[in-house]
């Protein structure tokens, strides 16, 4: 026993030595200097020294003063900026076990005072595979207002579209509560639909967001419980001027083909003591055509206003509330058994933000937030409205909190902190049997004051060894959830469906680790390992009969659900020239366990509630299923004012054993097992490109862009989804700077007025036929800066 | 839920029914989306009997009437901004109620 536990310690020692070499043994060159003014030769204190291809970025002291350790042997180019400065570009080449000392002359500039504004952004992230962003203006350029319909930009991204607006982000395959999707890093909001049409990406207009960004994978695990990847909406936050300034921004859009009318207004100013941001947005669309001419009902009325207000109590604290509301009126969903009559959204939240930059202490955050959404929605403008009008009026509210703290432990960063979330839903849905004597009414719950909460508690720490990036993360979280019993009473209140077992608590572990290495200035690998572990939402654990899927049946929640767990392994390759261009190309396997799922449930034991369904289906949990694919993307140096770029994608899911239902006269009357069903709403292999040129130093920027998409013939026959054909698509836009203050954007979508739809959109409800996409839309974007 | 917002735009509805002779019971749903039963007498086909109320759209609007001389017959109307919305008539049946109902459309 003596000796075996010594040749652990043993081993463990060899490990920690190994290590620690590891570390260490690399040689060590130095870069240092100072910093003055070319006229006055004073010190300059804070100017930003950014060192590549290293990336890595310092501040001068305040005599002037920089250092770069532990700098390998090459050539590098230093770039010194201060807000008070001309920029200076530096290219030097250093040997090994050198010690560079440099002295860096900046030429006052005193007019980029005027200039200068600092948006606080989310704290930095330490993800191992590369963060996809897509920034403000991006957005403003974007032949789509529809904030998840831009994601589609990126690869292996895309949306399930059920109406003329907010579509709902796929990402590798995983959708709806498989992502998580937050504001500004912590915020959150409970769609009020069972049926997704409004995800929670669908609550925050396009023109109110600074940036999205897009975290692939299990592995960030600090923004709350996360399964398959990240999608953080960055809002526009107020900026923090050395002199009080305000600055006006007004918007105006216009698309033709449905009429599209789009406005907006923000006001913003402040000082470095206060600040504020005033914003409004104002949608109306009417009815699109498609490629062939045929009429889709998508028209939807809009509109929203938020503010967020904000002081600095002390130098690098800063403290925000902000509050917002937004209003849909008479949204048509042709894809879905109802329409949008009004949702009524409010978003509350409390910040706070402390820079201590001290040895240890670099950071602290916090957070708390309320959201409320009201969703009413019926189906009286659908043909079964001349029998049966339903009418279902939903509350769902989410409360929770987020806080942080950035910490520097040795060489590496560590963050640690604790988040909460507590959603509750509840819904009825009244049926009004229009035809029959004294107008019966029928009440069914949908939820029925449900509720889910999550306490989690986060870390996340990550270290530069010399060319690699390792980041570890871990989260607990811990899940409960309830709801009043699960209840299905006829017209007589004679219960058809009862289930009181409805509680339920996970303690749930996720972990991820990843790693980047540079294996020359131009090549770097990196590598993720992550489990994301989710508990069953409130749709899966708590609704009531509603067809929510893409099959024809009512689906039934399953309070006994288990969590699913995302086992996934990443691995990148980076290639980065300044001359040949930068390629990424990525790749990934998911392997599912008890991947959240449903089967049909007999007729004996509940009965469909809704006209056109075959019948019900329960969630269930499968035992396992898994995903892959990969993504390319590559972008090509600017030369001669001329530039493009190519990205690729594919993912497959895979279902070993699912069971296909066979349907004869509208009800199931048996089934059989398919090995290897491919999962249902997976999007085919997809390419884009875009090719600009810049003209009048940028001033004028025309693009043009392809879209290239595959057939889907990886369906699934389990859930009824049939072959979808491909189709290429194009279109062109223009940006035009005429000054500071005056921005065109101009384009057309869909140049050909190609018909097509994606495999993702759903069917005409009540037939068989897809929702196709919108044809061919010129859009102008009008941008006022004053 | 109100069906009636005040983004959506109002409209003029009346119930009208007519060329029934013995008088009938009728149902229907008034202003404050209240289920009323009446019973009408009438001494002559020409007896016509309306309700007329402003709804908003979206409201369901609902009428539905029976009579009990089974040599009789009846004829009843949903109008809407004075034009016809939806028609029913029944004739020599004493045992079905005629039913005019639908969503006031957007």
């Known amino acids: ?297 998508s028209e939807l009325d809009k509109y929203n206003y938020s503010t967020t207000a904000g002081f ?102 560590l963050i640690f902190g604790t988040d909460f979330e507590n959603i509750t839903k509840d819904g009825d849905r009244d049926k009004y049997f229009i035809l029959q004597p004294n107008l019966p009414v029928k009440n069914e719950k949908l939820w029925d004051d449900a509720w889910i909460s999550n306490f989690g508690i986060f870390t996340e720490y990550s270290q530069k060894f010399n060319n690699t990036n390792l980041t570890f993360s871990m989260r607990l979280d811990r899940n409960t959830a309830s709801s009043n019993v699960l209840e299905l009473n006829n017209m007589m209140g004679i219960p058809m469906y009862l289930n009181s077992d409805v509680d339920s608590e996970f303690t749930n572990f996720s972990f991820s680790a990843g790693a980047n290495q540079n294996l020359s200035k131009e090549i770097s690998v990196g590598f993720a390992f992550g489990r994301g572990v989710r508990s069953p939402d409130m749709t899966e654990r708590y609704i009531i009969l509603l067809p929510i899927g893409y099959d024809d049946y009512d689906y039934l929640g399953n309070p006994e659900l288990l969590p699913e767990a995302n086992n996934e392994l990443d691995l990148e390759l980076k290639y980065k020239n300044e001359k040949r261009g930068n390629a990424i190309f990525s790749t990934f396997f998911s392997y599912v366990s008890d991947y959240i799922s449903a089967e049909s449930v007999p007729p004996s034991i509940i009965k469909p509630q809704t006209a056109w369904v075959v019948g019900v289906k329960k969630f269930i949990n499968l035992d396992y299923v898994y995903l892959y694919g990969f993504e390319f993307s590559y972008s090509s140096p600017l030369i001669n004012n001329f530039g493009f770029n190519v990205n690729a994608s594919i993912t497959k899911g895979i279902n070993p054993s699912a069971t296909k239902y066979i349907i004869e006269n509208n009800q199931v009357v048996g089934q059989e097992v398919l090995k290897n069903d491919p999962l249902q709403e997976i999007p085919p292999f997809e390419s884009n490109l875009i090719a600009y040129y810049k003209f009048f130093d940028n001033r004028i920027i025309p693009e043009f862009d392809l879209r290239l998409v595959a057939s889907q013939n990886n369906f699934s026959e389990a859930f009824e989804e049939q072959k979808t054909p491909g189709f290429i698509i194009a279109g062109f836009k223009c940006n035009f700077k005429y000054n500071d203050n005056l921005q065109i954007i101009t384009g057309v979508n869909n140049i050909f007025d190609k018909a097509y739809y994606e495999h993702l959109n759903r069917k005409i409800i009540g037939s068989s036929q897809a929702l196709y996409e919108p044809g061919r839309v010129v859009y102008i974007n009008l941008v006022f800066n004053i | 839920m109100s069906a009636c917002e005040k983004f959506d735009e109002e409209k003029q509805v009346s119930y009208l029914i007519s060329n029934c002779e013995s008088g009938f019971n009728v149902t229907y ?78």
């Open chain 1, 1 to 297: 026993m003596f000796k075996k536990v010594n040749v652990k310690i043993l081993i463990l020692f060899c490990v920690i030595i190994g290590f620690h070499n590891l570390t260490y043994s690399q040689s060590a060159s130095n870069i240092k200097g100072k910093v003055v003014d070319i006229d006055s030769n004073k010190e300059i204190s804070d100017v930003t020294i950014i060192i590549n291809p290293d990336n890595t970025i310092t501040i001068s002291d305040k005599n002037g003063n920089f250092i770069f350790p532990e700098i390998n042997k090459g050539s590098y180019t230093l770039t010194f900026t201060h807000i008070s400065y001309s920029e200076k570009i530096e290219k030097i080449e250093i040997n090994e076990n050198e010690t560079l000392v440099l002295k860096i002359y900046l030429k006052r500039n005193i007019k980029n005072l005027n200039e200068f504004e600092i948006i606080k952004l989310s704290e930095k992230n330490n993800h191992p595979i590369k963060i996809e962003s897509i920034s403000k203006f991006e957005l403003l350029k974007s032949p789509n207002q529809d904030i998840a319909k831009t994601l589609q930009s990126k690869p292996n991204i895309s949306v399930i579209r059920k109406g003329g607006t907010n579509v709902d982000p796929v990402m590798r395959g995983f959708k709806s509560t498989q992502l998580n999707v937050t504001i500004d890093g912590g915020v959150r909001i409970e769609g009020g639909c069972p049926n997704r049409m409004d995800p929670a990406i669908s609550h925050v207009d396009i023109n109110d967001v600074e940036k999205i960004e897009i975290l692939k994978g299990p592995y960030a695990l600090k923004y709350g419980t996360n399964f398959g990847g990240v999608i953080n909406i960055i809002r526009k936050k107020p900026p923090n001027n050395f002199k009080f300034k305000t600055a006006v921004t007004a918007i105006k859009r216009f698309e033709s083909n449905w009429n599209g009318n789009k406005d907006h207004l923000s006001i913003k100013g402040g000082n470095k003591d206060f600040y504020f941001i005033l914003s409004g947005n104002k949608s109306k669309y009417g009815n699109y055509k498609t490629g062939d001419g045929e009429e889709i009902s």
């Open chain 2, 29 to 106: 749903r008034d202003k404050n989306r209240t289920l009323i039963k009446k019973d009408i007498s009438t001494s002559s086909a020409e007896d016509n009997w309306s309700y007329s109320f402003t709804c908003k759209q979206g409201d369901i609007v609902y009428v539905s009437a029976i009579y009990n001389d089974i040599s009789s017959e009846i004829n009843v109307q949903i109008l809407v901004d004075k034009k016809l919305f939806k028609q029913a008539s029944s004739k020599y049946d004493t045992l079905n109620f005629v039913t005019v109902s639908g969503t006031i459309p957007y």
């Open chain 1, 312 to 413: 600095s109590p002390f130098k690098n604290h800063d403290i925000s509330l902000s509050f917002g509301r937004s209003y849909g009126r008479n949204i048509s969903f042709p894809a879905l058994p109802m329409d949008e009559r009004t949702d009524d959204t409010k978003v509350y939240s409390l910040n706070y933000s402390g820079n201590f930059n001290n040895k240890t202490l670099k950071k602290i955050d916090f957070k708390v937030y309320h959201s409320e959404v009201d969703h009413v929605m019926d189906n009286k403008n659908r043909s079964f409205s001349d029998t049966v009008v339903a009418i279902s009026v939903i509350n769902a509210k989410n409360f929770g909190y987020r806080a942080s703290t950035d910490l520097n432990i040795g060489k590496g960063n």
